[in-house]
């Protein structure tokens, strides 16, 4: 079982930055790959970044890639979200999940890949 609780989030004007982390309690955080979601009212729940167990594979959304950076601290059990330039469409609540990975390498884009999930953090861009 793992544990997975987010903080960072939190009001900001568009073109404002905040970094989001996620820290892992309850098992060796380096087997895990891991990801933020995002979901704003109305709106399915939708992936943002994900990265693999090893850190170094990063899959981004479209909408986010160079401006969002996903990154991972193993000897902390935490993962990252740096967020620049946020728009207000950014606001919603991120999530961070985590799952077992088959292998280092690998990371995971669907919501039915994660077994463990964050309860959630507000964030929300002013314009």
């Known amino acids: 079982q793992v544990q997975l609780v987010e903080s960072g989030g939190g009001l900001v004007q568009a073109g404002g930055s905040l970094r989001l982390s996620c820290t892992a309690s309850?098992?060796?955080?380096?087997?895990?790959?891991a990801a933020w979601f995002r979901q704003a009212p109305g709106k399915e729940r939708e992936l943002v970044a994900a990265?693999?167990?090893?850190?170094?594979?990063?899959y981004y959304v479209d909408s986010v890639k160079g401006r969002f950076t996903i990154s991972r601290d193993n000897a902390r059990n935490t993962v990252f979200l740096q967020m620049n330039s946020l728009k207000p469409e950014d606001t919603a609540v991120y999530c961070c999940?985590?799952?077992?990975?088959?292998?280092?390498?690998?990371?995971?884009?669907?919501?039915?890949?994660?077994?463990?999930w964050g309860p959630g953090n507000q964030v929300t861009v002013s314009s």
């Open positions: 999940a985590a799952r077992v990975a088959t292998w280092s390498g690998r990371y995971y884009s669907e919501v039915y890949e994660y077994q463990y």
């Open positions: 309850g098992r060796t955080f380096s087997n895990y790959a």
């Open positions: 990265i693999s167990a090893s850190g170094g594979n990063t």
